[in-house]
C-alpha cells in the first residue's frame, strides 16, 4: 500500500473529527431534536389522546425528523408540578393543565375554567375560535414563560359524592374537594357547600376516609381515578365544561428553529379542537357505561338554574378583581 497516500486519508480523517468536534452546533444538527411532554393519565383518556394528537401533527407539519416522549400516568408529578417545570424550561416542554394551576402567575387564568363560564362545549367553541381569551394567554406568557398552544378539554363537570343529592337543600354543608383557584372555593360557598382543596391525587382516600365526602369532575376523570368506588353517586349539577390548555414552555419554543415554532403553534389549536371534539363525545358514553355496570348512579340536579343565580355575583365580583371583566362580558354574550 502507498503510504503516501494512507498518512493523508488519516490526516483528513483527523481534520474532519477535529471540524465536527469544534463545531458542536453541527453534532446537535445531526441528532433530531427531542421534546418532553407530561400528562397525569394512562392511554385512554382525552388528554392523553390529545397530546398524541399533538405529536402526530407536530411530525406531519415539521416533515423532518423530531422525536417525542410523553411521560405518562404521573410519572413526572401532577400538573401543579409540570406548569412549573415548563416555566422553568426544565423536564418538561409541553403537557395539558388546568387553568386553576397557573393563578401564582396569571390571576385571571382560573377565570376561564370557573364555573358557569361557558353553557356548553360549542360555546366554548366559538370563544376560543373568536380568540376572547387571548389577553389571558398573554399574560400567562408573560409572567410564567409558558405559551398556550391550544384548548382540549369539553368535559361537562359533575359532582360526585358518597351520598345521593338532588337540591339545594340536600346540598348544603356538603364538604367537598375543589380546585385550588380561589373562584373555585367561593362559587362553591355560595351555593352552601363546605369546600376545600386537597391535591387530586389525594381525593380517593381523602372520601375513603372521610375527610371530605365528594369532589366534582368531569366523566373521564370519574373513571380514570375510579372516584365511582368511594362515591357511587354522580349528582348532575352540569356546573362546568372544563377547557385544559395545552401548554408549551417558552424557554423551549425559542430555542427551536422558526419552521419547527410554526408547526408547534399551529399543532396545538389542531390538537386542542380534537381534544374538545373526543371528551365531549365521550362524556355520555363513559357514564352510561359506569352507570349499566352498577358503578355509579346519575342523579338529575333539580335546581342547577338556582344554583347558577346564587353564583353569579361572585362571578361577575371575581371577574372584576382579577381585570376579566371586559372578557367575562364577552363571553356571556356569545
Given amino acids: 500500500m502507498d503510504t503516501r497516500l494512507t498518512r493523508r486519508r488519516a490526516l483528513a480523517g483527523m481534520g474532519a473529527a477535529a471540524f465536527v468536534i469544534g463545531s458542536p452546533s453541527l453534532l446537535k444538527a445531526q441528532s433530531p431534536i427531542t421534546l418532553n411532554g407530561a400528562v397525569q393519565f394512562n392511554d385512554d383518556h382525552a388528554f392523553t389522546k390529545a397530546l398524541v394528537r399533538f405529536e402526530e ?186 377547557i385544559r390548555p395545552i401548554c408549551f414552555s417558552m424557554k423551549t419554543l425559542t430555542s427551536l428553529p422558526k419552521d419547527l415554532q410554526d408547526a408547534i403553534l399551529q399543532a396545538g389549536v389542531e390538537a386542542g379542537e380534537f381534544g374538545r371534539q373526543t371528551e365531549s363525545s365521550e362524556d355520555g358514553a363513559k357514564l352510561e357505561a359506569l352507570e349499566k355496570a352498577g358503578r355509579l348512579k346519575r342523579i338529575a340536579f333539580e335546581e342547577r338554574d338556582a344554583m347558577k343565580k346564587l353564583t353569579d355575583p361572585v362571578m361577575a365580583a371575581y371577574a372584576r378583581e382579577v381585570g376579566a371583566e371586559g372578557i367575562f362580558g364577552q363571553v356571556s354574550g356569545v
Fill in 57 to 242: 401533527r407536530v411530525k406531519a407539519l415539521y416533515g423532518k425528523p423530531i422525536a417525542f416522549n410523553l411521560h405518562k400516568n404521573s410519572s413526572l408529578g401532577l400538573e401543579k408540578q409540570y406548569f412549573e417545570y415548563m416555566a422553568q424550561g426544565r423536564a418538561v416542554d409541553y403537557g395539558i393543565v388546568s387553568p386553576a394551576h397557573m393563578s401564582t402567575f396569571a390571576r385571571a387564568a382560573p377565570f376561564i375554567d370557573a364555573p358557569f363560564v361557558f353553557r356548553d362545549v360549542d360555546h366554548m367553541g366559538k370563544v376560543v375560535a373568536a380568540k376572547m381569551l387571548k389577553p389571558i394567554e398573554d399574560e400567562v406568557e408573560r409572567r410564567a414563560g409558558v405559551r398556550l398552544v391550544g384548548h382540549a378539554g369539553g368535559g361537562t363537570r359533575n359532582i360526585f359524592a358518597n351520598k345521593p343529592i338532588k337540591n339545594l337543600a340536600e346540598i348544603r354543608g356538603l364538604k367537598i374537594r375543589v380546585q385550588g383557584a380561589p373562584i373555585w372555593s367561593r362559587t362553591f360557598s355560595a351555593v352552601g357547600m363546605s369546600p376545600t382543596v386537597i391535591a387530586y391525587n389525594e381525593v380517593y382516600n381523602a372520601i375513603q376516609n372521610g375527610v371530605i365526602q365528594a369532589g366534582e369532575n368531569e366523566a373521564a376523570g370519574v373513571e380514570a381515578m375510579k372516584f365511582y368506588e368511594v362515591a357511587p353517586n354522580l349528582v348532575l349539577t352540569q356546573h362546568a365544561v372544563s
